[in-house]
């Protein structure tokens, strides 16, 4: 493995935050030294240098995606950002923002896959005062509080079939109706749509519009999943160790070369946004003095996940595929469902059962909170016990006896 240092990535600083973003070349590295807790290393640091919106490109793996957002982010044409959950499709999405005309105005992004299907009409496009029970005021729909600016639809797959056909006339005429009202108003939005789904199979199903998918993929730009850019993890965790450091005691967390190589070797399918909850976790378990990256990871067995990755030349000297124990008892293994049920407990514990926005339990186990939501209905589990258990890291474990199933009740 070549472990890239931090200092060899390039470093996009509040992209969408502060208009243009700043492409240094290294992390910004400015204002303090400290003794790494965890490696006794000497390490810069600058609280500024680690902030939520920061993007990080070491390897080469997203080269030619940067490369087309350049191409397309002057331009005001329509962008479809491809990628699996987590991997970065909001960043960029803030960066072709960032880097058009339209900088200075609104950018706004509105998660499809969360609005009910009966309140589109009025959230995309506004409704006038009494145009429906409990219309009690005229309303603004995003794309008229968008106008100037850049509309960011994210989980754009979502949207039912009569959605869609309303949000192709917005883009083919320019031009919309609030709910209730006759008027036609002009409205000048740069669309950018997201998702994590794919659009021609469910045009072939005929669950997506044919029409409004060229409509929108007049520019799409595919995000590679994290474990097909694996070169990118190692600045990644380092700046997400830094981070949680920073946050916990105000000194950074440096990950050491071994544990870099761990997490090179897992498989990411929550991708950047997995990576940062692990390394936020393992700060914490850490106590904020070191990182405990094996106990974040699960297991933290090294065999473990090489046959999840199927790779031989991944497992640790000591393993021995044939020497590995036989399979326990039916009975005496969770079942994948239990599994789940203890793994989301404990992120609600840790959130005190908040589910959206950053650092919230969608969020740390890498979901879109619609589909959190989902789960947790399915697999009954009753957010709002969560909001009074005061978080103690250490007693994550045991939270799930603790706290119990309750029956039935759906989370917000
Ligand atoms: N290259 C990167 N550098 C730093 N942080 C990143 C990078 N890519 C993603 N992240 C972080 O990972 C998290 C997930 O990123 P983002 O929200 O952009 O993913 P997404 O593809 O839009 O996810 P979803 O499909 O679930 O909405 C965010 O906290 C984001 O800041």
Known sequence: MTALSTRSARHFGDVGNT??????????????????????????????????????????????????????????????????????????????????????????????????????????????????????????????RADGGTLFLDEVGELSLPAQVRLLRVLQDGTLERVGGGKSLRVDVRVITATHRNLRAMCAQGTFREDLFYRIGVFTVRIPPLRDRRDDIPALASHFAKRAGVRLTGIPLVPSASELEDLQDYRWPGNVRELAAVIE???????????????????????????????????????????????????????????????????????????????????????????????????????ARFRTIAVVPQALDGAEQAIGVAANEDAP
Do not use: Y
Request: with cysteine; proline share 6%; net charge neutral.
């Open 281 to 383: 976790r393992a700060a914490i378990l850490g106590g904020g003095r070191k990182l405990e990256v094996r106990a974040a990871l699960g297991d933290g067995s090294a065999p473990s996940r090489a046959l999840e990755t199927g790779d031989p030349s991944k497992m640790n000297s000591n393993a021995n595929p044939v020497s590995l124990p036989s399979t326990p008892h039916a009975s005496a293994f969770p079942t994948l469902e239990e599994t789940m049920r203890a793994h989301i407990h404990r992120a609600l514990v840790l959130t005190r059962g908040r589910i959206e926005g950053r650092g919230g339990a969608a969020d740390i186990l890498g979901l879109n909170p619609h589909t959190l939501r989902g789960k947790m209905r399915k697999l009954r589990i009753d957010w």
């Open 19 to 144: 208009g243009l973003p700043t492409e240094s070349g290294v992390i910004r590295l400015a204002t303090g030294q400290a003794p790494s807790p965890s490696t006794g290393e000497t390490v810069e640091f600058d609280r500024a240098a680690v902030q939520d919106n920061d993007m990080i490109i070491a390897g080469d793996g997203l080269r030619d995606v940067l490369a087309r957002i350049e191409q397309v982010a002057p331009t005001n044409a329509a962008v479809l950002l491809e990628g699996e959950t987590g991997s970065g499709k909001e960043l960029l999405a803030r960066m072709v923002h960032a880097r058009s005309s339209r900088a200075r105005g609104p950018m706004l992004r509105v998660n499809c896959g969360a609005i009910p299907a009966e309140l589109v009409d009025s959230e995309l496009f506004g409704h006038e005062r009494g145009s429906f029970t409990g219309a009690t005021s005229t309303r603004l729909g995003w794309f008229e």
